[in-house]
């Protein structure tokens, strides 16, 4: 596994028929790190992570991981630079095993071609072995390794969402981006999940950024915390700074905080929103 990567993004804007998205939005990941971003609804979160994966081209600004310039790169050439991500939206194919969906994370990483992987050649061959060996691993690592040859459609939603972290491992992963890893998931599945998280930074030492609207989850999870309000940094700091930070706690309860709220921590990790 490459170690985790630098991310920079630097004043970057994007706007659609004249509705602001984002607003010259900075953050830096460090290698090595979990951050999130966090933000109420339409902050800009997903637009955010659509332009680092090279789906959406900002209007302005760059983002650069490591020495490698993605502003203008296609996403399948971000992906091979070791990018990888998770969607808020499941994206599995219910009828292939968990193996079968976790191996497609694979394929950008291929070196046979399409002709050598249909032709059965002895490198392609073995590329495939080696593929399986490592998606083996992947599953291992995030729990699934004894249902890797269960089909995934009637596997419990918190253990789809396993399947798919595993999935974006498999790609050889540098920077792991996480959209919203536990929407939808009940109290126990959400501790459960900031467990595999640590677990799976810790074995692997890839760097973490990742978006969410469970508040305490992110602030129990991430050493580093940006938020967004209508496409514009508001805060960014270590999780007790965001706690605390009055501009935080008015874009999560929606009112001015009342007097002393900013030195209340934990105020605004109560909330999810």
């Keep these: 596994?490459?170690?985790?990567?630098?991310?920079?993004?630097?004043?970057?804007?994007?706007?659609?028929?004249?509705?602001r998205a984002l607003n010259e939005v900075s953050l830096d990941v460090a290698p090595g790190s979990v951050s999130a971003v966090i933000g109420p609804n339409g902050a800009g979160k997903s637009t955010l992570f659509n332009v680092i994966t090279g789906f959406y081209r900002p209007s302005a600004g760059r983002v650069r991981l490591g020495e490698a310039e993605l502003t203008r790169m296609r996403p399948h050439r971000i992906a091979r630079l070791g990018v990888s991500r998770t969607f808020q939206n499941l994206e599995l194919s219910d009828g292939e095993t968990v193996l079968e969906n976790i191996m497609l994370g694979c394929y950008l990483q291929g070196r046979s071609g399409v002709l050598r992987a249909g032709l059965r050649l002895p490198g392609a061959r073995a590329e495939e072995r080696a593929a399986r060996e490592r998606c083996a691993e992947m599953a291992e690592l995030v729990g699934l390794g004894p249902l890797l040859h269960r089909p995934c459609g009637p596997l419990p939603y918190g253990t789809r969402k396993r399947v798919e972290i595993a999935?974006?491992?498999?790609?050889?992963?540098?920077?792991?981006?996480?959209?919203?890893?536990?929407?939808?998931?009940?109290?126990?599945?959400i501790d459960a999940?900031?467990?595999l998280i640590r677990t799976v930074h810790g074995s692997l030492g890839l760097t973490i950024l990742l978006i969410e609207h469970d508040v305490r989850f992110v602030l129990g999870l991430a050493g580093s915390v940006t938020v967004l309000d209508f496409g514009e940094v508001i805060a960014r700091g270590s999780p007790d700074q965001i706690r605390a930070d009055p501009a935080v706690i008015a874009a999560y309860l929606g009112e001015d905080p009342p007097a002393g709220a900013a030195a209340a921590p934990g105020t605004p990790s109560t909330e999810t929103a």
């Design 1 to 19: 596994m490459s170690a985790g990567a630098a991310l920079a993004v630097e004043a970057v804007s994007v706007h659609f028929s004249g509705v």
């Design 167 to 189: 999935r974006a491992l498999a790609g050889e992963a540098r920077l792991l981006l996480l959209d919203e890893p536990v929407a939808g998931m009940t109290a126990g599945e």
């Design 193 to 195: 999940m900031a467990e």
